[in-house]
């Protein structure tokens, strides 16, 4: 047989939501130029990625690759969990 071709982008991001089950939301940065000014700014974009294993947790790296649509707003899954954060360094 073939190896199939993965269509679709792939964009690493840090998990911000864990709340949802098989669901992660992972916020994105990136740069924009002012037109006027000339300065880059930060903006940021949140996707929900499909955790079929729910993995990942709050401040997750993680890389995440458009797919088939899961619902009416989650469009990507997880593809794999680059670093994992420490459980001790999270402060409530």
Known sequence: MTEQKQAGRTVIGKVISDKMDKTIVVQTEHKVKDPLYGKYMRR???MYAHDDKNVCGIG???AI???RPFSKTKHW????????MRKDAIVD
């Open 44 to 46: 940021f974009s949140k």
């Open 60 to 62: 997750d790296l993680v």
């Open 65 to 67: 690759r458009q797919s």
């Open 77 to 84: 899954i997880l593809v794999e969990v680059l670093q994992k």
